[in-house]
T-cell receptor, first 109, second 123 residues
Framework: GQNIDQPTEMTATEGAIVQINCTYQ??????LFWYQQHAGEAPTFLSY??LDGLEEKGRFSSFLSRSKGYSYLLLKELQMKDSASYLC??????????WGAGTKLIIKP | GAVVSQHPSRVICKSGTSVKIECRSL??????MFWYRQFPKKSLMLMAT?????????EQGVEKDKFLINHASLTLSTLTVTSAHPEDSSFYIC???????????????????FGPGTRLLVL
């Protein structure tokens, strides 16, 4: 079966760094997405990885290892506004999105 | 495994025809379902919020007469794209919301599960 795993909840301190992991098992791979979703709002696109390696975009970075079926989202210099759910999704060989359940990130002062 | 399904997964239709997309919650009841459209920049645009037994709430700029939403039961919401045109070609994604008290594992927090999406191509 197809499966995406990510932690349910994480807590971090303002100003610190946090890494949210995502592991996947899918039939084929056409890229991995990270989205941020604040309560009551639509998900916001953060990153798209299709090749191995690290993609940096400001305070956010996303890493992909296709051979390991693994990705992580790295958030630096955490701010209170980063408190949100972070969704990992993989596009399979049929161009269907397989979604993780999301990681709720709680930022404490 | 998937908890939200969409059917069809992909559809190709002629301009002017109507296309119905189904979104089902597989083993839970969803009083609220959301419909999104994914744009080429990968962002998801919320189109409408569908509440079981009542009219859908559409976001600004979304034509309710063109994108008909019906949430007839607690496990099914449908999106019908009427008189489809090539500019309607897109990836449509639904999600189902589980309120905190109704989660099957009795978790406290609210959860939203996303469907695999439906790819629509209008020729």
């Amino acid at each position: 079966g197809q499966n995406i795993d990510q932690p349910t909840e994480m807590t971090a301190t303002e100003g610190a760094i946090v890494q949210i992991n995502c592991t996947y098992q899918t039939s084929g791979f056409n890229g991995l997405f990270w989205y941020q979703q604040h309560a009551g709002e639509a998900p916001t696109f953060l990153s798209y990885n299709v090749l191995d390696g690290l993609e940096e975009k400001g305070r956010f970075s996303s890493f992909l290892s296709r051979s390991k079926g693994y990705s992580y989202l790295l958030l630096k210099e955490l701010q209170m506004k980063d408190s949100a759910s972070y969704l990992c999704a993989v596009m399979d060989s049929n161009y269907q999105l397989i979604w993780g359940a999301g990681t709720k990130l709680i930022i404490k002062p | 495994g998937a908890v939200v399904s969409q059917h069809p997964s992909r559809v190709i239709c002629k301009s002017g025809t109507s296309v119905k997309i189904e979104c089902r919650s597989l083993d839970f009841q969803a009083t609220t379902m959301f419909w999104y459209r994914q744009f080429p920049k990968k962002s998801l645009m919320l189109m409408a919020t569908s509440n079981e037994g009542s009219k859908a709430t559409y976001e600004q700029g979304v034509e309710k007469d063109k994108f008909l939403i019906n949430h007839a039961s607690l496990t099914l919401s449908t999106l019908t794209v009427t008189s489809a045109h090539p500019e309607d070609s897109s990836f449509y994604i639904c999600s189902a919301r589980i309120p905190p008290l109704n989660h099957r594992n009795n978790q406290i927090r609210e959860t939203q599960y996303f469907g695999p999406g439906t790819r629509l191509l209008v020729l």
